[in-house]
DNA sequence: TAGTTGGGGTCAATCCATTGACTTCCCCGG
DNA sequence: CCGGGGAAGTCAATGGATTGACCCCAACTA
């Protein structure tokens, strides 16, 4: 800036007021300004920027898994590029961090946000009983929660959610109109709060029809156990008619189990998939799953992020409900 | 730090000596020092700390896809998981960003370099004629490219990089044992450095054996142009008896669609996936794969990235050749 | 003509950590 | 007893952009 103040002829302030587009200098100097600028590559210092009390111009994204269950999820990629598409515009920075655990999830916030180094931050995967709500909204980190129920003790947060109840009827209704009676829900990891929704809604559902055949089983999300316990209900005396699985993964490594063990999808049981990706359709029968957009999604929870960044207030916002998407791997069930 | 200094009673400067390690302070003060700061939970400003001549304490990725490119791609998350896992033991940050094409890519790196807002980057899909490594060694931002050929012309750049040659060379010969002839070889993007050199062995491999029915054939990564090239190659009068794809995706959409023609793999068509993943392994027959440890490779890119950091020289790093996974989609050839 | 107003700018402080130059004070040797 | 030297600290400048306070002058008003 002071090179652009010297080659312009004015001072540094006149610099930054004619850079940021506010009054103090006349026309002709602001565009004799932009030009030397222009001319000189020049860019704002963030560090500079920041410390003068601007933000990190910076959202900070923490994906706490695993390392192994990192696995062919897309999901992830395609919130995130949608997250970007809509930071990208603002000119905002995202940084990414994967870890273990929420504990050291929270640590991340806690050195983000001492440091200065975030204006906010997205979390995903919120939990039934989630220490992060708490921990961002005492921080007093501007934060979007992706996927997560509309929580009333945190009204600094913002909200950004499917309808997984709802998926879930519409899911369970599709299969008792087909005939289904004894269904297993093989269900994501136990503390995820969209995982306990989608369990909930299945019991209820399935009480509000008086079966007693039908019940969730939670996993880790991975191909293995989705196989195994698909080899599990299969081998009851009275095996499911249907499966729903919670991710594609599953559904996939499923259905194959299921082709081992001499079933037939979908003669014998029927498939659901909640996730639709390419997978779906690369495997045959095509697996019949449930769609929602993830870049849209994505998109939202970052258009809320700006949003309170701006200062806006806190919202919940609800995204389309997923939508069955029929294909092969559903059919009616056999009669008994 | 200036409430730091008041309650230890020192000067600032006290407080940074103290805090980082080096002479000037007493025992006895730096103790108090630390635990003044500990109890404020204080961190340094990263802004702060970048304006007085450290870096910013980050590096960059970019990932330059269309976004509906990205969809079931384990060896992105994969790598980024390794390098996460480096940079995290040094307090590094990731900042993320996806762009549409390479020229988005290269505006990128000229805007963080102008900001100033990463130490440097690790740049992925190289391609032939890649205007990357020129800019950055142009704006003097240390990178390391990961799974590029060594290249002399930018002796400021780090290389990690797998033997494409190597494993392609083996993937012929364990199918020339196996009696294969005819093979086809259905690659990712043209451009790609990576698909240059597996198309070129692939050629070379072929030449020395004398082998007049093998060819390459790029594709977009995807599903459906491996599903389409599967079912052009497959419906010729003397349709190859084995196939290589570059990714994990295209070979399972095109083992089923090889099924869907009435093929049966291995019998009529051996199949070989360029990418381990869960997905081999999802189904049936199970795919023969080369398999690369990418959690390594990114650890390996990333430690790359952080001696450059430090100021050691550029280097070039082979990671281990993949290694030919066989499981079920492959088998000897029918006798023609 | 004196006084007011506002457009166009400039000055200097601020944000926070780092660091080279400098000051104190104590200990030891001569 | 004095001077040299080192340990322990302090001072103030630095980096880059922002911003509240102020200044100057031309034009307009009473």
Redesign the interface.
Known sequence: MKDIAQRAGVSESAVSFALNGRPGVSEVTRDRVRRVAEQL????????R??SGEG?A?VG?VLARP?DT?????F???L???I??VL?ER?L???????EDVTDECAVY??WW????VDGVLVVDPRTDDPRPGLLDELGLPAVVIGGAPDERHPGLSTVWADDAGAMASVVDELYRLGHRRIVHIAGLPGLAHTERRVRTLRAEAERRGLTEVESVTTDY??AEGAAVTRRVLGRPAPPTALIYDND?MA??GM?TA??LGFSVPADVSVVAWED???C????PWLSALSRDS?EFGRTAARELTALLDGGPARTVRVPVPQVIVRESTGAARRA
């Not at 590559?41 to 500079?48: D, E, H, I, L, V």
């Not at 990192?70 to 897309?74: A, P, W």
């Not at 920075?93 to 870890?99: I, N, P, S």
């Not at 001492?114 to 180094?117: D, G, I, M, S, V």
């Open positions: 590559g020049w860019r704002p210092s963030t560090a500079a920041q410390l990190a910076t994204f390392a990192l696995g062919v999820d897309s992830f990629l395609q995130v590029s949608g970007q598409e990208a000119h920075g995202l940084l990414f961090q994967v870890v806690r050195r001492a440091e200065h180094r991975s191909d993964v996939v490594a194959t082709a081992e990706s390419a997978l359709r690369m495997v045959r870049v």
